[in-house]
């Protein structure tokens, strides 16, 4: 499939212009009917590596390829009018230097209509998102606790804390210099958080952050109770949908073997239902 010709509502333009304003809603999708219920009700959408994990029952969002971006991103770009799409770039997919970082940007956004694209990282990432921006694509940039750096920085940890806040800050500072159009803070202090949100100039968007960042976003099978494997600190539930689907399902099972399911008003006679004559 090549770009959607559709442009959602909503541009990076849109989003950075919403710093300090109303707060900038936002949640993750991979699927078409699940964008369908949120895009009235977002800013934008973000397609997150986060898939991986959630989706395709990976141990981390490292082995998450292209290939599974891009088709997940079709789902979801199908799925929105209202929202802006963003998409992330997989691990492995940019971090050699900007030329391969583009191409491979260029490739998410022409083959699923995506309007921007994020990646992790903050000062060292800085010549990236620069030369991206400057060649026609909006960047988010994701600073804190970056998962597809797991290995190096020991685990799913709290970044920022004390006196390494200054770094979070700086890394801050450099994607917001780049050109990056807005900052995912993930699992950082609140009060830095609050720190970085006054003194950078694009909208911060917090996870486990604070509710003082300009936006909030969540992965949405953790909100609606549908990842259950662990539940973090910073995920609110705002529905069991897991526990409501087992329900369903051992309910079904259990038709299925007493016979019940499928009833009279499942199946199919021999005859044609008659024609009504009443008009
Ligand atoms: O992959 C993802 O879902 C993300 C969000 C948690 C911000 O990066």
Redesign the pocket.
């Known amino acids: 499939m090549s770009a959607t010709s559709k442009q959602s509502a909503m541009t990076a333009d849109d989003i950075r212009a919403r710093k300090g304003n109303q707060p900038i809603v ?1 949640l ?1 999708a991979y699927t078409t009917p699940m964008a369908r219920l949120m895009d009235r009700h977002c800013d934008f959408v ?6 991986g994990m ?1 989706l395709h029952g990976l141990p981390s ?1 490292l082995g998450v390829t292209m290939e599974m971006m891009i088709l997940h991103g079709q789902a979801v770009s199908r799925g929105l009018d209202h929202a802006m799409l963003v998409i ?1 770039m997989p691990f492995g997919s940019y971090e050699e230097g900007p030329q391969q970082a583009f191409r491979n940007a260029a490739r998410l956004m022409a083959e699923t209509g995506a309007a921007a694209v ?1 990646l ?1 990282g903050g000062v060292e990432m800085a010549e990236t998102i620069r030369f991206l921006v400057a060649r026609g694509i909006p960047v988010m940039a ?1 600073i804190g606790l970056t ?1 597809q750096s797991v290995n190096t920085l020991g685990g799913y940890k709290v970044q920022g804390r004390e006196e390494q806040g200054d770094l979070v800050l700086a890394d801050a500072q450099a994607v917001a210099d780049a050109g990056a159009f807005s900052v ?1 803070l ?1 699992k950082v202090p609140q009060r830095l958080a609050d720190q970085i949100t006054a003194e950078v100039s694009i909208p911060t ?1 917090g ?1 486990g952050a604070s509710a003082g960042c300009d936006g909030q ?3 949405v099978d953790d909100m609606l109770g549908f990842f259950t494997a662990f539940k973090a600190k910073f995920v609110k539930r705002y529905a069991d949908l897991g526990d409501s689907a087992e329900a369903a399902i051992a309910e079904y099972a259990a038709e299925v073997r007493a016979r019940e399911f499928p009833a009279a008003e499942h199946v199919f006679g021999d005859q044609a239902p008659k024609q009504s004559t009443k008009k």
């Open positions: 936002s993750t973000l397609v997150g590596d986060s898939l959630v969002t992330d994020k992790e994701h998962p995912v993930e968007i996870i976003i969540l992965v």
